[in-house]
């Protein structure tokens, strides 16, 4: 994939007007039309996996070009749009108490699909998998407030979330989707926009999977003992040098080495963890249940990101298993030109062009209508155009 230029996603105030709303959900909803007409529910799902086309989709409808609100002003206006037309794939959640409401829509949805309480589960893990990936195994300074799952009705599934970093005033937008990877638990992705980089703890990486085999290995150990060596390396890691090498007692499969040897100086993602009995029960909690994989360890309740970046100093400092610290925002891109289709509704690069906007309406409106009457004149004359689209918004 070939991408140039850039785009952050600022965090902006204010709101849509309500004749601008309007013709953006009829814009949309013409776009939507035809892309189903051609591509069918997976190919509308392919493309809102992709950060590229999802943001040249915000921008050609005329919201802000580098909002923070590209993500939930667009998502909703999609699953609006999708539900008006009703259509075979849904959108389920949005922005703040509305992704606490995603299993009860997901469930809903499938219903009206006709699709199987067993696939409504499935959809329900992925959309909390999800959910704990970018925040607990990708722990990037991005605080989630906005989720959404889109599905369709053979259960193929992208979900799209976005976390608010106050302290840099700007927003990170996550897409994962059914096709991107073979286990949620390791890159995921099929893209992340953002326009900054750092070093973060990034348990999804590849390189991290000997940490993540440590992490198991630890929850599935003696509560006290692993509390005790958090509160080890709580104290090793504030400068306070013990009188013995640790010892783990019986365990040989891990080769345990000295931290006093180690520049801790080069563990970025510390913080001090907090020895609290609360940690001490979720240990208990999480023993008691001795989960075998990743995900059942993430699903089980209360499990946040501060114990798994407790167990990952553990894997780090004691067992010689660091995880990455690489950030896995994909490639920068350049979403501006698509603004320049009908404006955008911060004046850049121009006020919206009203007149413009409900012409472009009306040609989609035309082509939807000739194709179910059976003429497919103006619809082979957009296929023509997409020869002229950039090629990393056309999977």
Not at 29 to 47: A, D, N, T
Not at 329 to 357: N, Q, W
Request: aromatic share 8%; net charge neutral; with cysteine.
């Amino acid at each position: 994939m070939s991408l140039s230029g850039y785009a952050d996603l600022p965090l902006h105030s204010g709101h849509v007007p309500q004749w601008l709303a309007n013709l953006m959900k009829s814009l949309a909803k013409g776009i939507l039309k035809v892309l189903v007409m051609e591509f069918g529910y997976e190919g509308l799902l392919r493309r809102l996996s992709n950060p590229l086309w999802f943001q040249a989709f915000n921008n050609a409808i005329g919201m802000d070009w580098d909002s923070s609100g590209s993500t939930t002003v667009t998502t909703a206006i999609i699953k609006e749009v999708l539900n008006e037309l009703n259509l075979g794939v849904r959108i389920a959640g949005g922005k703040g108490k509305a992704a606490l409401e995603t299993p009860n829509e997901v469930l809903r949805y499938c219903e009206e699909l006709s699709m199987s309480t067993s696939v409504a589960n499935e959809l329900t893990r992925y959309s909390k998998l999800s959910a704990k990936v970018d925040t607990v195994l990708l722990q990037d300074g991005f605080t989630l407030y906005h989720h959404v799952i889109a599905f369709d009705e053979r259960g193929r599934w992208v979900v799209i979330q976005q976390g608010m970093n106050a302290d840099l005033k700007l927003a990170r937008r996550y897409h994962i989707a059914w096709y991107s990877s073979t286990t949620i638990h390791e890159e995921p992705h099929s893209g992340i926009s953002s326009d900054y980089k750092g070093v973060v703890l990034n348990l999804l990486d590849r390189e991290s999977r000997g940490c993540k085999d440590v992490i198991l290995d630890l929850v599935r150990d003696e509560p006290k003992k692993v509390f005790n060596m958090i509160t080890y390396v709580n104290r090793m890691l504030k400068g306070v040098r013990g009188l013995d090498e640790y010892s783990l007692g019986g365990r040989n499969t891990r080769n345990v080495g000295s931290i006093s040897r180690l520049d801790i100086r080069n563990i970025p993602y510390y913080r001090p963890v907090r020895l609290t009995q609360e940690l001490l029960f979720k240990l208990k909690n999480v023993y008691e249940v001795s989960p075998s994989t990743i995900e059942e360890l993430l699903l089980i309740p209360n499990v946040g990101g501060e114990l798994f970046r407790a167990l990952s100093l553990i894997s780090e400092l004691i067992y010689r298993e660091p995880p990455s610290l690489n950030d896995p925002v994909t490639h920068p891109y350049d979403p501006f030109k698509y603004s320049f289709i009908v404006g955008g509704k911060d004046g850049v690069p121009f006020p919206i062009k009203r007149e413009l906007m409900i012409s472009v309406i009306k040609e989609l409106e035309e082509v939807v209508k000739d194709s179910e009457l059976g003429s497919k004149e103006k619809l082979i004359l957009f296929r023509n155009l997409r020869k002229y689209a950039p090629q990393e918004l056309t999977p």
